[in-house]
């Protein structure tokens, strides 16, 4: 089945832990992206990828990193959580960047 | 001003009614749209890309104008099932996404 999993689905963590955000698509796509859903400002991208070792901003990328360093991987970082972190994350997947995107089923992240 | 703008509603139709979503962008550079629905807490699902020649897919259409710039996407016929958050989403330069905010729509018995 294609299909992009995220690992957690759920996750509780303290502030400054580090915690990595697994990602992974089986669909061959060149394109990946994070991105970060909050009530009333909907969804905001992190960080995208349009191919192995090329990744770039997108709107909120402070206090994130990302890398490609495998086509269907793409983990989000966070080196040192903080309470403004704690939201509901969200990974895409496209052929290309004009193809509307797959999601993975989210992962809701607390920082306490 | 936003980038993309949607009304949040919501949207309270009948069962079989027809109903509207008007979403407005602010990038004149935005090559590609897209109209996704999310249901609660779960992931954002594609429903249809949106071009210059607009597209329709069953009971829904979509409509680009880039003169207004603005999209819309018309739902036919609502069901029960339709009920959920619409989201318009705008591609910018260097492939960026940028979401709306969503729209959200109950249909009702």
């Known amino acids: 089945e294609a299909q992009v999993t995220q690992n957690p689905r759920y996750l509780i963590t303290v502030t400054g832990k580090k915690l990595t955000v697994t990602c992974s698509q089986n669909m061959n796509h060149e394109y990946m992206s994070w991105y970060r859903q909050d009530p009333g400002l909907g969804l905001r991208q992190i960080y995208y990828s349009m191919n192995v070792e090329v990744t770039d901003k997108g709107d909120v990328p402070e206090g994130y990193k990302v890398s490609r360093k495998e086509k269907r991987n793409f983990p989000l970082i966070l080196e040192s959580p903080s309470p403004n972190q704690t939201s509901l994350y969200f990974c895409?997947?496209?052929?290309?960047?004009?193809?509307?995107?797959?999601f993975g089923s989210g992962t809701r992240l607390t920082v306490v | 001003r936003k980038e993309v703008e949607q009304d949040p509603g919501p949207f309270n139709v009948p069962e079989g009614a027809t109903v509207a979503f008007n979403c407005t962008y602010s990038?004149?550079?935005?090559?590609?749209f897209f109209w996704y629905r999310q249901d609660c807490r779960k992931e954002p699902k594609l429903l249809m890309s949106?071009?210059?020649s607009g597209n329709e897919d069953g009971r829904f259409t979509a409509q680009l104008n880039r003169a207004s710039q603005y999209i819309s996407l018309l739902i036919r016929d609502s069901k029960l099932s339709d009920s959920a958050t619409y989201l318009c989403?705008?591609?910018?330069?260097?492939?960026?996404?940028?979401f709306g905010a969503g729209t959200r729509l109950f249909v009702k018995a």
């Open positions: 895409a997947s496209s052929w290309t960047g004009n193809y509307g995107y797959t």
């Open positions: 949106v071009y210059s």
């Open positions: 990038n004149s550079a935005s090559q590609s």
């Open positions: 989403v705008g591609l910018a330069g260097g492939f960026k996404t940028i």
